[in-house]
């Protein structure tokens, strides 16, 4: 547990004063550069599972993604569209050319959309009202909901939640994670309102407690699927960037799946 707290303490205070930082660039060039090294991850772990996607496709198709999403978010939506486009158009030149492209263009397909397009809703997420608040609360969610998942799971969990997938993860520690995520939420919204009353998001309690429950619960489903890709592909770790964590993956499974959630969540909210 100690070599899994040296990095967090280090990490999570660089990671607030980028997400408050006067300079609007660093979060999204940090969350750029993460999300490239991410795409490296999964491409190693794709090929290590048996998969061969295009390497250079996957930054081709990717990184114009992150770069709209920096610098013109307001595009977006528009640009996937578009890039969804392409996909269909290049699917179906792999039918008409019946060789080896179908098999490599599955998982080429699954690595931008897994790792670029996910990730990149947490740039969207800073562009929105109140958006740094947001983003510290997504982490605040989903980082306190695996600690307590972690810690009480390793201590109370009897009965294995998915031991094909993950076998140390608990049905006691995921109950414990979605009550700790709750807590956090909950909390994390209070100093909010107690500490920045002009810019007061108006969401009652109880849906922050909804908010954070369905945050903490997507957040485990999405450590999941990272561990079964990861099962796959016969490693443990996604990387070895991070002691006591693994890769950049390892470190962020939990929000490909929730910072999407969350940014639609709130635009419903608009």
């Not at 800073?126 to 810690?151: C, E, Q």
């Not at 009897?158 to 995921?174: D, F, T």
Request: charged share 10%; hydrophobic share 55%.
């Amino acid at each position: 547990m100690g070599i899994r707290l040296i990095p967090a303490l280090l990490f999570i205070p660089f990671l607030i004063y980028s997400i408050f930082s006067k300079y609007s660039f660093l979060f999204p060039t940090i969350i750029a550069g993460v999300i490239i090294i991410g795409l490296i991850e999964i491409i190693c772990l794709s090929q290590r599972s048996g998969a061969k996607p295009f390497k250079t496709l996957c930054f081709v198709l990717g990184i114009p993604l992150i770069i709209i999403a920096c610098v013109k978010p307001t595009w977006y939506h528009l640009f996937s569209g578009y890039f969804l486009i392409l996909f269909w158009l290049l699917f179906i030149c792999g039918l008409l050319l019946k060789n080896e492209f179908l098999k490599r263009f599955g998982p080429t397909l699954a690595a931008v959309i897994y790792v670029v397009y996910l990730l990149s809703h947490l740039i969207l997420i800073k562009h929105l009202p109140h958006g740094s608040y947001l983003i510290l609360f997504l982490f605040f969610v989903v980082w306190l909901t695996d600690t307590g998942a972690y810690i009480l799971g390793t201590r109370f969990g009897k009965h294995k939640l998915i031991p094909q997938i993950s076998p140390n993860k608990s049905v006691e520690g995921a109950v414990a994670g979605c009550i700790s995520g709750v807590i956090a939420g909950v909390i994390a919204f209070i100093i909010y309102q107690r500490y920045c009353p002009l810019g007061t998001l108006k969401i009652p309690m109880a849906q922050v407690i909804l908010l954070a429950f369905i945050i903490s619960v997507m957040g485990q489903i999405s450590d999941l699927v990272e561990s079964s890709i990861k099962r796959a592909a016969g490693v443990k770790d996604s990387g070895n960037w991070i002691p006591g964590h693994g890769g950049l993956l390892d470190v962020f499974d939990s929000i490909i799946l929730t910072a999407p959630f969350l940014y639609y969540w709130m635009l419903w909210q608009v």
